[in-house]
């Protein structure tokens, strides 16, 4: 298994930036797909953003042009650059790993999750 751990999270004004990192460790020789997702409360989980085996990247509507994600292999870290901030993304930012569905932004595909870090956007 793979243990995932997020920082970076925070409190920012609308239209200010943060980058979320995602550790990973573990079993890390198998290849992960991997994913950020997230939940505002009484809302379902729901997918930002993946990179997939060949590092093609796809995002939420919501925050296309404004997200990036990212993957150091070497360091095995991940990344999710969010600029543009909006009050609507306020939600617990969580990563996540998958070994078979490389690309999904389903939350139901991946295996693997970390405890989340808060990111907090106000007007």
């Known amino acids: 298994s793979v243990q995932l751990v997020e920082s970076g999270g925070g409190s920012v004004q609308a239209g200010g930036s943060l980058r979320l990192s995602c550790a990973v460790s573990g079993d890390t020789y198998y290849p992960y797909c991997m994913g950020w997702f997230r939940q505002a409360p009484g809302k379902e989980r729901e997918g930002v953003a993946s990179?997939?085996?060949?590092?093609?990247?796809s995002y939420a509507d919501s925050v296309k042009g404004r997200f990036t994600i990212s993957q150091d292999k070497d360091k095995n870290t991940l990344q999710l650059q969010m600029t543009s901030l909006l009050p609507d993304d306020t939600a617990m930012y969580y990563c996540?790993?998958?070994?078979?569905?490389?690309?999904?932004?389903?939350?139901?595909?991946?295996?693997?999750w970390g405890q989340g870090t808060q990111v907090t956007v106000s007007s």
């Open positions: 990179i997939d085996d060949y590092s093609i990247t």
């Open positions: 996540a790993a998958t070994r078979y569905w490389c690309g999904s932004v389903d939350p139901g595909r991946y295996n693997y």
